[in-house]
């Protein structure tokens, strides 16, 4: 689903090198952060990926990103 998702709403083909490192860099920051950094940085992302919505081919329900 998450690689539907990402196909659906994201831009990977488009840019083949930077999309990635905008997904390697939150992540390195949520895990190594720090106790200010890391959280701010999961809190930004459910925020950047709350407003991502479809639907599951196979079973019809709704989905969201977070």
Do not use: F, I, Q, Y
């Not at 106790?35 to 925020?47: G, I, K, M, T, Y």
């Amino acid at each position: 689903m998450a690689g539907a998702g990402a196909a659906d709403h994201g831009n990977l083909r488009a840019e083949p090198r930077p999309r990635p490192l905008r997904t390697l860099l939150p992540l390195t920051t949520v895990v190594h952060g720090g106790r200010e950094a890391a959280p701010a940085e999961a809190r930004r992302l459910v925020r950047v990926h709350t407003p991502v919505k479809g639907t599951d081919p196979a079973t019809r329900r709704s989905l969201g990103a977070w």
